[in-house]
């Protein structure tokens, strides 16, 4: 940013560097002297993001009431944002809709890239007027290491919502009103209001068709739009994060190559190399592969349905593949019951709580609403050493809400030191001996912490 050159700070700061030949440069330019622009115009920025490659754009005030709590995290990443970008590029829709994995990935990794590489090439020419910018990653690389939790700064999809380049479908993905779902976001924040903005679209391209319902191999989309995200990440996300963390532990934990041979099979591993050595493989994206949303995308799902169905949705479901599930869970009995062909493969998907905050956030995601059929409970948690929290834990009509403070009637209270309820959830067998040395006590029916269990898999 260009700086006053008459501040009283400035004057301290260049006597100290007087003779730098830096300083002495910039005290003799005149071109560098304070031309930030206070708006920048709407029209000039849609053009460059354009030229730059992106198939569309929207922008949005700082204050949209849209972005909701989401504006806080915008500002903890850039605190100088007054204005974003929403970036939209599209994908080769055939590509995404094969059964071959290889095609599909190396189409979701060079849009990926190609959202980045615009994004990034747009924040520059932005720096160059004199405005500060920066593109928030479309995907990786994200603060990884805060897995299981946020592990991204900014969700794109939000921002997208808000700026009007689409709207959210039952499978969560945003559809933009011409390229449907075939799109990856960006987003770039930036410093300088902007001349005008735009405004969500009022209405939803989503047909509500649930083709993306019948696609989806471990049941993650329901009907209603409830969104399975531990089904999705144990198995299309099996080389990526908590896959990652079971396939090191089933390499620690084997005892000989033929241990980890049963664990591990020739395939698995060599696809795991691919993804290390190539970028990371997703196992399926049906859900996005076949929702027919979208004026360029719909065509041939009003002509000809049936045979659309055929084509693009049949050999998704058809494809003999193994699916991976965790033990116990909604997805494990939905394959065996809607995809008998398809092999099911038990594994662990590493979502294990670091902290209590870890815990009682990620509960939404490792959620079974088929395994809490019947529930009307209500838990009390009382966590009691080097993290103190209370909350309540309520599982009634197949979903589960999670609040701080005391319940005026609880059916279990659980009071546990904090490390010891995270040393039990990573290790089960922990239990017994927690409740015998009063680490963990129970105040109900044992019972209901079975339920618990069943209620919530990893
Ligand atoms: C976390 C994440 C995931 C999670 C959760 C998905 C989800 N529905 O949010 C998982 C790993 C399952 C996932 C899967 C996929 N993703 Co994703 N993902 C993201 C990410 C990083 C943040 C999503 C987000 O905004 N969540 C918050 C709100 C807005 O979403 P929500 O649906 O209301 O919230 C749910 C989840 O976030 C979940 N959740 C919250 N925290 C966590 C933490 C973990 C570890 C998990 C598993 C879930 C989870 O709980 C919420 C309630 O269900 C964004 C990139 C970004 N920085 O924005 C890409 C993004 C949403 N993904 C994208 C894509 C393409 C996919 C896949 C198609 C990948 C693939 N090739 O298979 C699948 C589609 C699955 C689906 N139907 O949603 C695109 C979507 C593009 C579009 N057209 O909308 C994005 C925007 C990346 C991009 N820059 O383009 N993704
Ligand atoms: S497949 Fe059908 S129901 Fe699913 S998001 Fe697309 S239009 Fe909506």
Not at 81 to 86: A, D, I, N
Not at 253 to 277: A, H, I, Y
Not at 367 to 390: C, H, I, N, S
Request: include cysteine; charged fraction near 25%; hydrophobic fraction near 40%.
């Amino acid at each position: 940013m260009s700086l006053n050159k008459n501040t009283k700070q400035l004057q301290q700061t260049v006597k100290q560097f007087a003779e730098h030949p830096t300083v002495k440069n910039y005290l003799s330019d005149s071109s560098a002297s304070n031309n930030k622009p206070t708006s920048l115009n709407t029209a000039w920025l849609r053009e460059l993001c354009i030229e730059l490659g992106a198939d569309d754009v929207g922008f949005i005030p700082i204050e949209s009431q849209e972005l909701g709590a989401e504006k806080d995290k915008i500002l903890e990443c850039f605190p100088h944002t007054k204005s974003l970008v929403s970036i939209v590029c599209k994908m080769n829709r055939d590509d995404v809709r094969n059964p071959a994995r290889s095609i599909a990935n190396n189409e979701f990794h060079h849009a990926g890239h190609d959202v980045d590489d615009i994004a990034r090439r747009i924040v520059r020419q932005l720096e160059d007027h004199g405005i500060r910018a920066i593109n928030v990653t479309m995907g990786f690389p994200m603060e990884i290491h805060k897995f299981p939790e946020r592990i991204w700064l900014i969700a794109h999809k939000i921002v997208a919502e808000a700026a009007g380049t689409g709207k959210m479908g039952i499978h969560r993905n945003v559809i933009h009103p011409k390229f449907g779902n075939f799109i990856l976001l960006g987003t770039i924040l930036l410093d300088t209001p902007l001349t005008s903005y735009t405004k969500p679209i009022d209405y939803n391209p989503c047909l509500s068709c649930k083709l993306c319902v019948a696609a989806c191999p471990v049941g993650a989309i329901a009907p209603d739009g409830y969104f399975n995200g531990s089904a999705c990440l144990t198995h299309n996300y099996r080389e990526f994060l908590g896959g990652f963390q079971n396939w090191v532990d089933n390499v620690i934990e084997s005892k000989t190559p033929e241990d980890f041979r049963e664990k591990v099979s020739l395939g698995e591993n060599v696809s795991m190399w691919q993804s290390l050595s190539f970028g990371a493989n997703y196992k399926a994206a049906y859900c996005m592969a076949t929702c027919p949303a979208g004026e360029d995308v719909i065509a041939p799902f009003l002509e000809r349905r049936q045979d659309f169905v055929k084509e693009v949705l049949k050999p998704l479901q058809d494809k003999r593949e193994t699916i991976y599930v965790v033990p116990g869970s909604d997805a494990e009995s939905y394959v065996q019951k809607r995809f008998p062909h398809k092999t099911v493969k038990r594994v662990h998907n590493g979502i294990t709580p670091q902290s209590i905050n870890g815990f009682l956030t990620g509960m939404r995601r490792i959620f079974q609403p088929e395994q809490a059929k019947g529930l009307d409970v209500t838990y009390q948690f009382k966590f009691t050493g080097k993290e103190r929290r209370e909350a309540i834990v309520t599982i009634k009509n197949q979903r589960v809400s999670v609040t701080d403070g005391v319940a005026d009637k609880a059916n279990l209270i659980v009071t546990a030191d904090s490390a010891a309820w995270l040393k039990f959830l990573s290790n089960r067998t922990y239990l017994p001996l927690a409740l015998l040395t009063g680490k963990i006590k129970l105040k109900g029916s044992p019972k209901l912490l079975l339920m618990f269990g069943k209620c919530f898999v990893s």
